[in-house]
């Protein structure tokens, strides 16, 4: 299945853009009336085939389509710390889209050892994470946000943050609600601070365990979207 991002579609008729048309045409070797699959990325699926295989203005005609292809029935935001290593931020954000999940906060947290996240490269992962993965929607990445910021807002579901202090937490699996939204909070390899904690607290965030092991931060917010993921199935 060959299958392209097309977040501005509209009508029946669509020119991929230059990169893609090259992809279709010269990488792919695809012509004249040759089947290819479309994604907005919101939740549209569409089967079209090429009318004008041009290299670089590639035009497609609409001959299908679905809506809410593979729409979840809960919302998933998870708010992480970025990693020194910014490859291992990217492994999470690919895995993430690839198991499902619907907004990524980076988070900017007294610990933190990187401070600058580049947000479209971050996106980028999760367009072609969302085309590996046959997936409908693609993930909500936003800018680098200081974590009393985000405190601060709104959310409609159950709020979660996972640390590593030695009190006794409940474990995620049993704290969240079967089809509730949920937002996560997941902080740097130093942790979250004391301050952040409690500002969480009086925030009406639950805290939580993902285990006994004690997970870099990364895995730790693939556990938490599996979790979640796993209990909704």
């Not at 990488?27 to 089967?47: H, P």
Request: aromatic share 8%.
């Amino acid at each position: 299945m060959h299958l392209f991002y097309t977040p501005d579609l509209i009508g029946l008729n669509y020119t991929l853009d230059e990169t893609e048309s090259k992809h279709c045409t010269r990488v792919l070797r695809l012509s004249t009336l040759d089947i290819i699959y479309l994604i907005d990325g919101k939740g549209g699926f569409f089967k079209a085939q090429i009318i004008d295989p041009n290299p670089k203005k590639c035009v497609v005609e609409i001959i299908d389509s679905k809506k809410e292809v593979g729409k979840r029935n809960h919302y998933l935001h998870i708010a992480i710390a970025p990693t020194k290593n910014i490859d291992r931020l990217e492994w999470f954000v690919e895995k993430a889209t690839e198991i499902g999940i619907d907004e990524i906060t980076p988070l900017l947290c007294e610990h933190s050892e990187r401070k600058i996240v580049k947000t479209d490269r971050l996106d980028k992962i999760a367009v072609s994470a969302m085309k590996q993965s046959l997936k409908a929607y693609k993930p909500i990445i936003n800018e680098l946000t200081n974590i009393f910021d985000l405190l601060g807002k709104d959310f409609n579901g159950e709020k979660f943050i996972a640390h590593c202090e030695d009190n006794h937490k409940n474990l995620l699996k049993s704290a969240y609600t079967q089809y509730k939204n949920a937002i996560i909070l997941i902080g740097p390899e130093g942790d979250f601070s004391p301050e952040e904690i409690k500002k969480s607290l009086s925030n009406q965030y639950q805290e939580i365990s993902l285990g006994e092991s004690r997970l870099r931060t990364e895995t730790a917010g693939i556990v938490a979207c599996h979790t979640i993921n796993l209990i909704n199935e």
